[in-house]
C-alpha cells in the first residue's frame, strides 16, 4: 500500500508558466516533506522541505504548499525553466527526519517526470 | 566537497552471479541508506545504518541480499546469487544526523541482471 502517491507520471508545461506538482500521503502520522529533483544518470537532489507546522514554504521559484487535512501537498515551480526537466520526487517521514528517534525511513513516491518546453 | 560515491557506474552480469555494489557516505555523516528504484515500485528503501549498525533491513528483499558497513567510509550491498528481477537502480545516500530529514544520494549504480 503505498503511503506517498504521485498520480502523475508525467507533466509537460511551456517555458515561463507555472508547473504544479501534486502529491497525496496517507499517513497523519508524517510530519516532515520533502521534494526531490533527479535528472537522468544522477542521483536524486534535495530541493525544498516543509514541516507539518507550516503551509507553506517558498525558496526562489520553487514554492510547496501543504494541506494537512487533505493530506495533500504540491510544488509549484514559477516561472519554469527548460532545465526544470526532470523527475520530480515527493517524500514524507515521521519525527520531523530525525533518523536518532527511530521514526522510521523517508518514504517516496514514484515520482512525476516534468518536460519544460522552449 | 565529495558527495556520496558508489561503484560500479554500471554493472552487468548474468543470473547466478555475485554483485556487489559499494558506497562511500559523505564524511562524518552518521547514517547510510541503500535503495532500489525501479519502475513498478519507485525508490524503496532496502537498508539503513547508524554509526555503521544496520537499523532497518525490513526493506531487504530476501536473505540472497545482504548489506555491510564495516567503518564509517565504506558500505556494500551484496546479491547472491542474482537473478533478472534484481535489475534496477541502486543508490546509496547518508544523512549527517538531526532533524532535517534531507539525504544526500550518490549517483547511483545500474545493475542489468542477464
Known amino acids: 500500500d503505498q503511503q506517498v502517491k504521485q498520480n502523475s507520471p508525467s507533466l509537460s508545461v511551456q517555458e515561463g508558466r507555472i508547473s504544479i506538482l501534486n502529491c497525496d500521503y496517507t499517513n497523519s502520522m508524517f510530519d516532515y516533506f520533502l521534494w526531490y529533483k533527479k535528472y537522468p544518470a544522477e542521483g536524486p537532489t534535495f530541493l525544498i522541505s516543509i514541516s507539518s507546522i507550516k503551509d507553506k514554504n517558498e525558496d526562489g521559484r520553487f514554492t510547496v504548499f501543504l494541506n494537512k487535512s487533505a493530506k495533500h501537498l504540491s510544488l509549484h515551480i514559477v516561472p519554469s525553466q527548460p532545465g526544470d526537466s526532470a523527475v520530480y520526487f515527493c517524500?514524507?517521514?515521521?519525527?520531523?527526519?530525525?533518523?536518532?528517534?527511530?521514526?522510521?525511513?523517508?518514504?517516496f513516491g514514484k515520482g512525476t517526470k516534468l518536460s519544460v518546453k522552449p | 566537497d565529495a558527495g556520496v560515491i558508489q561503484s560500479p557506474r554500471h554493472e552487468v552480469t548474468e543470473m547466478g552471479q555475485e554483485v556487489t555494489l559499494r558506497c562511500k557516505p559523505i564524511s562524518g555523516h552518521d547514517y547510510l541508506f541503500w535503495y532500489r528504484q525501479t519502475m513498478m515500485r519507485g525508490l524503496e528503501l532496502l537498508i539503513y545504518?547508524?554509526?555503521?549498525?544496520?537499523?532497518?533491513d525490513s526493506g531487504m528483499p530476501e536473505d540472497r541480499f545482504s548489506a555491510k558497513m564495516p567503518n564509517a567510509s565504506f558500505s556494500t550491498l551484496k546479491i547472491q546469487p542474482s537473478e533478472p528481477r534484481d535489475s534496477a537502480v541502486y543508490f546509496c545516500a547518508s544523512h549527517p544526523g538531526g532533524d532535517t530529514g534531507e539525504l544526500f544520494f550518490g549517483e547511483g549504480s545500474r545493475l542489468t541482471v542477464l
Open positions: 517524500a514524507a517521514i515521521k519525527g520531523r527526519g530525525n533518523y536518532g528517534g527511530s521514526q522510521g525511513n523517508l518514504i
Open positions: 545504518f547508524n554509526n555503521n549498525v544496520p537499523i532497518d
